[in-house]
C-alpha cells in the first residue's frame, strides 16, 4: 500500500551497529505500529504510538527504540544490532477509535534486515 | 506466551476446493478476530474480521467460523484459486488494549492450478 512507506526496503548490517528504519504515512491516522514477522512466529508488536507524545512498549521492545518525528513519521531503531534481530519489519498504522475501519491496521510493504 | 495458535503451518488445495485454516484463543477478553492476507513482498492487508456477537461472517468465498464457547474460529476459502496463494494471519485484540493484535503464526497456502 503506497499510503504507509518503510525506507529503506533492504539492509545487511553488521553486529553492533546502530540502523534507523524509517516509516511514513499520507493516511491521516493517528496510530502507529512497530512489528517483526519471523518465519513460525507471526508478527510481534515492537512498539506503538498513538500521537507524537505518546510512545509505548509493544511484546518484544527490548533492544529497541522509537521516535514519533511527527503525525506521519515513526522511525524504529536498533541501537547495536544483533544477529537475532534479523527479521521482517513493518510498520502500520490504524485511524482513531470513533472513527470507521478503527480496528483496520494498515501494513507497509516491510524492511528486510539481516545482521551479520 | 503464544495467545492464538494457527494451524495448519502450510496448506496446499486443488485449484476449486475449500481452504480452512484454524485457530484457537486462550484470552477470553478478546473481541476482534481479523484475518490478515499477506503475499510475497507485500505487507499485511486486512481481509475479514469478526466480533463474537455473530458465528459466521461471509464476504464473497471467504467465511470466518466463530465458536465462542470453545475458544475457535477458522478461515475458509471456497473455491480456492491460484491468486489465494498467500500467508495468512489470523489475530485478536480486546477493547481498551489500545487495539494491539496479537497475531497467530502464519499459514502458507499455496493453490495448485
Known amino acids: 500500500d503506497a499510503d504507509v512507506t518503510q525506507t529503506p526496503r533492504n539492509r545487511i548490517t553488521k553486529t553492533g551497529k546502530r540502523i534507523m528504519l524509517e516509516c511514513s504515512q499520507t493516511?491521516?491516522?493517528?496510530?502507529m505500529y512497530w512489528y517483526r514477522q519471523d518465519p513460525g512466529l507471526g508478527l510481534r508488536l515492537i512498539y506503538y504510538?498513538?500521537?507524537?507524545?505518546?510512545?509505548n512498549k509493544g511484546e518484544i521492545s527490548d533492544g529497541y527504540s522509537v521516535s514519533r518525528q511527527a503525525q506521519a513519521k515513526f522511525s524504529l531503531s536498533l541501537e547495536s544490532a544483533i544477529p537475532n534481530q534479523t527479521a521482517l519489519y513493518f510498520c502500520?498504522?490504524?485511524?482513531?477509535?470513533?472513527?470507521?475501519?478503527?480496528?483496520?491496521?494498515?501494513f507497509g510493504p516491510g524492511t528486510r534486515l539481516t545482521v551479520l | 506466551q503464544q495467545q492464538v495458535k494457527q494451524s495448519p503451518q502450510s496448506l496446499i488445495v486443488q485449484k476449486g476446493g475449500i481452504s480452512i485454516i484454524n485457530c484457537a484463543y486462550e484470552?477470553?477478553?478478546?473481541?476482534?478476530f481479523p484475518w490478515y492476507q499477506q503475499f510475497p513482498g507485500k505487507g499485511p492487508a486486512l481481509l475479514i474480521a469478526?466480533?463474537?456477537?455473530?458465528s459466521e461472517k461471509k464476504e464473497g468465498r471467504f467465511t470466518i467460523s466463530f465458536n465462542k464457547s470453545a475458544k475457535q474460529f477458522s478461515l475458509h476459502i471456497m473455491d480456492s484459486q491460484p491468486g489465494d496463494s498467500a500467508t495468512y494471519f489470523c489475530?485478536?485484540?480486546?477493547?481498551?488494549?489500545?487495539?494491539?493484535?496479537?497475531f497467530g503464526s502464519g499459514t502458507q497456502l499455496t493453490v495448485l492450478p
Open positions: 502500520a498504522t490504524s485511524p482513531l477509535p470513533g472513527t470507521a475501519s478503527t480496528d483496520t491496521q494498515y
Open positions: 493516511k491521516g491516522h493517528d496510530r
Open positions: 504510538s498513538f500521537d507524537v507524545k505518546d510512545i
Open positions: 484470552n477470553t477478553a478478546f473481541d476482534y
Open positions: 469478526i466480533r463474537p456477537d455473530v
Open positions: 489475530a485478536a485484540s480486546r477493547s481498551g488494549s489500545a487495539r494491539q493484535l496479537t
